[in-house]
């Protein structure tokens, strides 16, 4: 029965993408292995990242959206390492076989997959038994020079800019909206937080509150970006867990401290939103908002850093590059207000085994 519906929803929607790229998949789906061939003088980079429902999405997300995140999060891996996308392989473990979701599903990883040329080589699809989850795993393997350094953590220097790319924390805004929508975010703030949460979400524009719900369901994986930074980055990272803590892994690999400007964080806002300081009581709001930045999650943004020199070289590839603060000697995150004075912020990550809170 499972070979009929890999047949319908995956073998057969992808043959055309297979087929367009068989320089480097040598074998696709209905093989006992697929065989892939990196371009000759290139390195092979590996990730892999499972959602599962109720953890990484909502039961009710638009089954599109789902398949669009399981690989959005798994192509940002290969971004956050300047790799160049050649195939990915699926596992799904489904409680039982609804047909139309797996239409769906299909459809938006189709779409994903198409816009960044990266074909579906193979996978496993099992049931889930008892458990009611449904669980998607990805891996998804990339290709880079081999006189590429790949951006390891451990390669930030002391001096270099830090830079992210797009909105960090627009996700998590579209996570708490969808929180309040379920009736849920008391069960993730205490009352003293809810109160600014609820306040800043009901002063929101509605169409903020749209991109950030868009955010939250379809990031879009910044593999060009990635790439246009080989030669110029020395460490990088995909925002997944929240910026605060992703550039924790930069800052303790590279045995380095992070000071990061208020100004330049909440600008990253007001640059695309500059009416949210015009809203009354904004003071307040920036506040929160900076929190949520820090703290957010599932942003698939890059964190990158890289030298001075570099500046005028990183701006002119994209202008939605934000630098937020550098790297100096010492340990951990820091925050620069504009009168100088330094506070020390918590590098916050999502934890899996742990209730979230802001
Ligand atoms: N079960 C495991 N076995 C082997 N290695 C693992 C396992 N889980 C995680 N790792 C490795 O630990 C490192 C950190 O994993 P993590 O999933 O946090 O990656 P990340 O890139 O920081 O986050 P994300 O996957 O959300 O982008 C990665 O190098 C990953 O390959
Ligand atoms: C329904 C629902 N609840 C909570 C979240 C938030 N969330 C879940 S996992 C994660 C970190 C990245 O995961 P990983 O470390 O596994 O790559 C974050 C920020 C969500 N997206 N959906
Ligand atoms: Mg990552």
Redesign the pocket.
């Given at each position: 029965m499972e070979f009929d519906l890999i047949h319908r929803h995956f073998k057969s929607p992808f043959a055309a993408l297979v087929k367009a790229n068989r320089d480097s998949v040598l074998t696709g789906i209905g093989d006992d292995c697929a065989a892939l061939a990196p371009m000759p003088g290139h390195g092979l980079y590996v990730s892999t990242?499972?959602l599962v429902e109720?953890?990484?999405?909502?039961s009710d997300d638009p089954a599109p959206a789902v398949g669009w995140k399981s690989l959005a999060?798994n192509l940002s891996d290969l971004a956050a390492c300047g790799a160049q996308p050649i195939g990915f392989t699926l596992n799904l473990s489904l409680p039982l076989i609804d047909e139309s979701w797996v239409a769906g599903f299909s459809a938006g990883l189709l779409e994903i997959a198409s816009t960044f040329n990266c074909p579906l080589v193979g996978g496993d699809t099992t049931s889930a038994g008892a458990n009611t989850a449904k669980t998607i795993s990805i891996t998804v393997f990339g290709e880079a020079p081999l006189q590429h350094h790949g951006f390891h953590r451990a390669l930030a220097k002391a001096g270099d800019d830090v830079w992210v790319s797009g909105t960090p924390g627009l996700a998590r805004l579209g996570?708490l909206l969808e929180y309040q929508r379920l009736g849920s975010l008391s069960r993730f703030y205490s009352s003293s937080e809810i109160l600014s949460v609820l306040e800043l979400l009901s002063v929101m524009p509605q169409s903020l509150k749209q991109l950030a719900v868009a955010a939250?369901r379809q990031p879009f994986p910044r593999v060009n970006l990635g790439q246009s930074l080989r030669g110029k980055a020395n460490a990088c990272v995909d925002l997944?867990?929240?910026l605060s803590g992703d550039l924790a892994h930069i800052t303790t690999a590279s045995g380095l401290s992070a000071v990061l400007a208020v100004h330049a964080l909440q600008s990253v806002w007001l640059k695309r939103w500059p009416e949210l300081s015009q809203l009354p009581g904004s003071v307040t709001f920036l506040d929160t908002l900076l929190n949520i930045t820090l703290q957010g999650?599932?942003d698939f943004e890059l964190c990158f850093t890289a030298e001075p020199t570099h500046l005028d070289a990183i701006q002119s590839i994209n202008t939605a590059l934000c630098r937020i603060g550098q790297l100096e000697a010492g340990e951990g995150l820091w925050l620069s207000q504009p009168n100088h004075s330094r506070q020390r912020v918590l590098g916050v990550s999502?934890k899996?085994f742990a209730e979230?809170t802001l």
């Open positions: 990242d499972t109720g953890v990484h999405f909502f999060c996570l939250l997944s867990d929240g999650g599932d999502y899996h979230p």
